[in-house]
Each structure stands twice: as C-alpha cells, then as structure tokens.
Nanobody
Framework: QVQLVESGGGLVQAGGSLRLSCAAS????????VGWFRQAPGKEREFVAA????????CYADSVKGRFTISKDNAKNTVYLRMNSLKPEDTAVYYC??????????????????WGQGTQVTVSS
C-alpha cells in the first residue's frame, strides 16, 4: 500500500510561482511512476507531469512544458512540482498519484493506482 499526501497549494497572482509537494510512504519501488494531475471546476481531470520513482523519465503535458518542473528528493521520499509563470487557467485541485506498473503511457489517469487527497491552487488575474 502507498500513501500520498500533497501540500503547497495556495493563492498566487498570475505570473507567480508555487511548489507543490507529494510526500510518499509505504512500499514504493524504483519502477513506480508518480504523477501530478489537476481538475478544475466543471472540467475533467487532466494530466500535468510525471516522473519515475528513480528520478528519471520525466513527462509533461504540452500546456505546462517550459513552465512546470517535476523532481524528486530521494532523502525525503517526496516528489515536487515547481510551477512558474502561473496562469489563471492553471487554477485547479492538484492531485498526486502513483502508477505501480510504470505503464507505457504516463498521462492516463486509469493507469494510476494510488491517489492523494489533493491541494487547491488558485491563480488570480
């Protein structure tokens, strides 16, 4: 079993930055993938970014490439999502998730087995 706890959300002005954290506990292996998804009100959940638990194999949604960076701190068992140049359309609840099978596609939420409770990010214009 894997537990994921997100933190770091908040209110920020457009153009600002935030760093989200996903603290993981339980049995996690290097072939797991940890991803970030988001869901805005009235919209479907969408993929943001993902990274292999070993710290390699990053992937990003086109909408965040060049603005968001995913990384991992091995000592803290934590995955981070650094978000720069935030836009109002980035407003959403952000979820951390883990894929235990390192599926062939990084952006399909159906491939993820464990989910955190989410953290709210609000970007004001």
């Amino acid at each position: 079993q894997v537990q994921l706890v997100e933190s770091g959300g908040g209110l920020v002005q457009a153009g600002g930055s935030l760093r989200l954290s996903c603290a993981a506990s339980g049995r996690i292996f290097n072939n797991y993938r940890v991803g970030w998804f988001r869901q805005a009100p009235g919209k479907e959940r969408e993929f943001v970014a993902a990274i292999r638990w070993s710290g390699t194999n990053e992937c990003y949604a086109d909408s965040v490439k060049g603005r968001f960076t995913i990384s991992k701190d091995n000592a803290k068992n934590t995955v981070y999502l650094r978000m720069n140049s935030l836009k109002p359309e980035d407003t959403a609840v952000y979820y951390c998730a883990a894929d235990r099978a390192f599926s062939s596609t990084c952006n399909a939420d159906a491939n993820y087995d464990y989910w955190g409770q989410g953290t709210q990010v609000t970007v004001s214009s």
